[in-house]
DNA sequence: TTGTAAGCGTTATCAA
DNA sequence: TTGATAACGCTTACAA
């Protein structure tokens, strides 16, 4: 509308109070008589005065912004958690500047930097790309969620109790053969646990079981085309048994289910499902399978409190060493049964 | 690490040189002789310089951020959208503050002048809750992505478009009904044209058609019973042709499969289905459907251009009035083969 | 309760 | 090619 910005000059000028009094008004207003309160009031309004947080920041050094580096949101945990997030910004009032990562270590780095050059306070890394001891050395503190996470602080989901509760639901619907699909993930990642809770459970109840761990290559038609060599592997040996198979998301779930049925005409028996992340796929699948689900709510709250803890004590004393804090979230198993409906 | 920041002051006392001199050094490095830019060049290395943007930003009021204001990202749509402009940081170098709507007028215009206090550049709403009129008010380079634009610049889907090459796809595959599935649009929105292109065809060619337009409710569970409803309407009348089925999104589009698997154990024959936005579900789903896709990637730059181009003529002129420029992406129909395949 | 003046880290203007 | 100085919009001692 007008043409230059109203500050906090313009509105001293207008009120005949100093500049310290109009900062008073948004700070202390306590010290205001309350009669002043209003005339400044007033003048804002008068003067449709918009509120300039970068003078504050450069005065104060508070910044209100976090920072956040995603990898590609192509499986839908990550978009669920980065929604939860989000979402913590009506308890928190913390902003956030996002950055999306692409594996490329330079380039990442370069995000980071770019980030701190507005000073944020802290830094949320979901992607995989840069390593904990990296991350640590940054200076601001920093969380990341279901990543390696040796040096520093994190949340992360309860895999290997995922791992049993998958592993113990199939158990309990009496499979002959028991199968984990993963693609390869290095051990320091969270979800590594995810196979050792599926293979604690084989252990202790001497069930047979094989690990399907191998490359699936990138896009959906590819994935496809993996899962079928694994279920065709499969079935070569167990075809007269019912199967447990736990996948290590749902995306590989649902296309367990698809390849069954394109290939086989097989739905919904003969094999038992179970995915994780619980993701909405879960539900839309022609036939819904059980998916261990990870409370994304939570982990988005966990991590911001440790996050603002951390910049509170920053905030205090610039100098104070950070906490490394690991917070871990309890999954939950969603069960759907499996069996088809009967016709009505 | 360090206590302090190191700023211009700092490298201007290492070096001898004047903090302008240090400014150079960034901005017009072309005025310093090789030698003194080697020499700022070792110093910025032996202090450790970490960029400060805010003191830029102050100064030059060019504070390279944009603001974004999501809706909830429940349907994959968005948080494509939402990912591809984030990989728009490659090409422009501006950042992104995030902020997701909830359909709360007031908060939404809260969120709105937060950001606006952080001196944005420029607004990107894929939010549908602010009126056009409103956004066209507030000062700032505004382009909104799949929503009711009146007053203001956007980016859209040719959804009519969208909506004839939906239904040219049914009737090349010779339905004898055809049916429009979605819940009730205003007219404004861009997507109300599915509708139309969808109608528009069914009168050219002659085809007996329905639309059905209803609430289905919050969630997965209710979509899915509100679509059972209107496929139960559709066979009672049906049942014996073969009926071709646009409905305004994937996920109605699976839950419409679903629906005909669970109640009629009808899987990819009877009925004909076409999609929209061509999300990974449709892929996904047991019988792969065909879908209208968005180029998403092509809406983010397109918006990215609109803004950045808006923004630059208010570097230039911050008075300036800014133009109100329309773009239309073309929809790319994704065929997919809904005939089983025979085992083999 | 209010005001003065210095300061936050940069850039812009002008002069040298 | 370089530097002194003011300016950006706000906060914060300190003084009154």
Same mark, same amino acid.
């Given at each position: 509308m007008s043409g230059k910005k109203v500050t906090f000059s313009d509105i001293a000028d207008y009120t005949h109070f100093s500049k310290t009094t109009i900062s008073r008004y948004f700070n202390n207003p306590e010290y205001l008589t309350?009669? =002043? $309160? #209003?005339?400044?009031?007033d003048a804002l309004k008068a003067l449709n005065y918009q509120e300039n947080k970068i003078g504050r920041i450069l005065?104060?050094?508070e910044t209100e912004l976090i920072g956040i580096i995603m990898p590609s949101m192509y499986m839908p945990y990550y978009s669920d958690v980065f929604q939860s997030i989000l979402n913590q910004y009506t308890d928190f009032g913390y902003k956030f500047i996002v950055l999306s990562?692409?594996?490329? #270590? $330079?380039?990442?780095?370069? +995000?980071?930097?770019?980030?701190?050059?507005?000073?944020?306070e802290g830094l949320i890394i979901l992607s995989h790309t840069l390593p904990s001891s990296e991350l640590a050395a940054l200076g601001v503190p920093v969380v990341t969620i279901e990543r390696e996470d040796r040096f520093i602080s994190s949340v992360n989901t309860d895999n290997l109790m995922g791992g049993i509760q998958a592993?113990?639901?199939?158990?309990? =619907?009496?499979?002959?053969?028991?199968? @984990?699909?993963?693609?390869?993930?290095?051990?320091?990642?969270?979800?590594? =646990? $995810?196979?050792?809770?599926?293979? /604690?459970i084989c252990r202790d109840k001497k069930l047979p079981n094989e690990l399907y761990i191998q490359e699936l290559g990138k896009g959906i038609e590819n994935n496809y085309r993996g899962i079928g060599r694994i279920i065709d592997a499969i079935e070569m040996r167990h075809?007269?048994? #019912?199967?447990?198979? @736990?996948?290590?998301?749902?995306? @590989?779930?649902?296309?367990?289910? #698809? +390849?069954? @049925?394109?290939?086989?005409?097989?739905?919904?028996?003969?094999?038992?499902?179970?995915?994780?992340?619980?993701?909405?796929?879960?539900?839309?699948?022609?036939?819904?399978?059980?998916s261990v689900?990870?409370?994304?709510?939570?982990?988005?709250?966990? /991590?911001m409190e440790i996050l603002i803890g951390q910049i509170k004590k920053r905030r205090k004393d610039p100098e104070c060493r950070l906490p490394v804090e690991h917070k871990v979230v309890?999954?939950?198993?969603?069960? $759907?049964?499996?069996?088809?409906?009967?016709l009505y």
């Open positions: 309350p009669e =002043n $309160r #209003k005339i400044i009031e005065a104060k050094g990562g692409d594996s490329n #270590k $330079r380039r990442e780095e370069n +995000y980071i930097r770019e980030l701190l050059s507005y000073n944020i592993a113990s639901l199939l158990y309990q =619907n009496q499979c002959d053969a028991y199968f @984990f699909i993963d693609i390869p993930v290095c051990p320091e990642t969270p979800g590594y =646990n $995810r196979l050792v809770g599926f293979q /604690t075809s007269d048994q #019912k199967v447990g198979i @736990f996948c290590a998301n749902d995306t @590989f779930a649902v296309l367990v289910e #698809k +390849y069954y @049925f394109q290939r086989y005409r097989i739905i919904g028996r003969h094999y038992c499902l179970v995915g994780y992340d619980n993701s909405s796929i879960a539900t839309e699948a022609i036939v819904p399978f059980s689900g990870q409370q994304t709510d939570v982990i988005a709250r966990e /991590t309890t999954p939950i198993l969603k069960r $759907r049964d499996t069996s088809l409906p009967e």
